[in-house]
């Protein structure tokens, strides 16, 4: 089971880079300890605290030429990384 899906890079999440926090797209079945784990193991640091949340997903409509489509995006859950003081994450480095 891969835990860590990818960072997730918006505008408020680089904010949040500045505290030490850092935001990733998880596994809905991966637990904190796991997370913890992945990212420790990753990128080489010290973790002080997960959180998480599960974003549901949102109902979407397009308009065609021929019908109107209904649908949804998936879900997803995604993990607050707080690390320890003077540790960071160069989350740009693989792209």
Same mark, same amino acid.
């Given at each position: !089971?891969?835990?860590?899906?990818?960072?997730? $890079?918006?505008?408020?999440?680089?904010? !949040? @880079?500045?505290?030490?926090?850092?935001?990733?797209?998880? @596994?809905?079945?991966?637990?904190?300890?796991?997370?913890?784990? /992945? $990212?420790?193991?990753?990128?080489?640091?010290?973790?002080? +605290?997960? #959180? %998480?949340?599960? !974003?549901?997903?949102?109902?979407? %409509? #397009?308009?065609?030429?021929?019908?109107?489509?209904?649908?949804?995006? +998936? +879900?997803?859950?995604? /993990?607050?990384?707080?690390?320890?003081?003077?540790? $960071?994450?160069?989350?740009?480095?693989?792209?």
């Amino acid at each position: !089971m891969q835990i860590l899906i990818k960072p997730l $890079i918006t505008e408020k999440a680089a904010s !949040m @880079n500045e505290e030490g926090v850092y935001v990733f797209v998880v @596994n809905k079945n991966a637990n904190k300890i796991q997370i913890k784990q /992945a $990212i420790e193991e990753k990128y080489g640091v010290t973790v002080d +605290s997960v #959180r %998480t949340a599960i !974003m549901p997903g949102k109902s979407k %409509t #397009r308009y065609t030429k021929t019908a109107i489509i209904d649908g949804s995006t +998936s +879900s997803y859950k995604k /993990a607050f990384i707080k690390l320890a003081e003077g540790e $960071i994450i160069d989350i740009y480095e693989n792209m």
